[in-house]
């Protein structure tokens, strides 16, 4: 069974940087398309980024130029470039992953089996 543990959440000024990482245990990545979405108090869940197993990307139009995803394979962990950080971005972030069959993107969170337990991200001066 996939396992995921975040780090790297915290307080940041708005145009600062934060990269959160992503270590998975259970199985190996390589199998699994992975994704980092993100909630505020009373909203829904909502797809940041998307890594393919075959090196596809995709972004929220609100992060595109902004964040990267990007795995390392030696480690079994993925991460998330966080950069030109704004207010807008202060949320919960989590992690997560789905057999690379099964499917891919960020239109809803509900594509994903396996999540990180959340990371909060706050953006403030």
């Known amino acids: 069974q996939l396992q995921l543990v975040e780090s790297g959440g915290g307080l940041v000024q708005p145009g600062g940087s934060l990269r959160l990482s992503c270590a998975a245990t259970?199985?190996?990545?390589?199998?699994?398309?992975i994704a980092w979405f993100r909630q505020v108090p009373g909203k829904e869940r909502e797809g940041v980024s998307a890594?393919?197993?075959?090196?596809?990307?995709r972004y929220a139009d609100s992060v595109k130029g902004r964040f990267t995803i990007s795995k390392d394979n030696a480690k079994n962990t993925f991460y998330l470039q966080m950069n030109s950080l704004e207010p807008e971005d202060t949320a919960e972030y989590y992690c997560?992953?789905?057999?690379?069959?099964?499917?891919?993107?960020?239109?809803?969170?509900?594509?994903?089996?396996?999540w990180g337990q959340g990371t909060q991200v706050t953006v403030s001066a």
């Open positions: 890594l393919r197993h075959n090196g596809f990307t």
């Open positions: 997560a992953a789905v057999l690379a069959t099964k499917a891919f993107g960020i239109s809803s969170p509900n594509l994903y089996d396996f």
């Open positions: 259970g199985n190996t990545l390589d199998y699994y398309n």
